[in-house]
């Protein structure tokens, strides 16, 4: 199962395989932006990738759509897009 750890928050938690980031932080108590509650619309759940980006599942079509608006660097995703196959850790400019 991969591991999820939110940096520097020191929590790592195990998720099932193919997870979105956005519930990894939801069902773990981690709080994360969200107007749209995951329904890949707002934006706000971008979060920082700071390891392990090739764990990720591409981007969606709408996640390429929030990116192009949204002011998103190489490193950032939207979290409730993204799904996860392989140990990441993560930051948001929040925590
Ligand atoms: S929670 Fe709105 S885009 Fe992810």
Known sequence: ?????????????????????FKAARVNGVPLGSSCRGDCV?????????????NLSEPTECEVKLMSKGNYTENERVA????????????TGYW
Do not use: H, Q
Request: aromatic letters at 6%.
């Open 80 to 91: 409730c897009s993204a799904r996860v196959y392989g140990d990441v850790s993560i930051t």
């Open 42 to 54: 707002c934006g706000w759940c971008k979060v920082e990738i700071v390891e392990g980006m090739n």
């Open 1 to 21: 199962m991969p591991k999820v750890r939110f940096v520097p928050l020191s929590k790592v938690v195990e998720i099932k395989n193919g997870e979105t980031l």
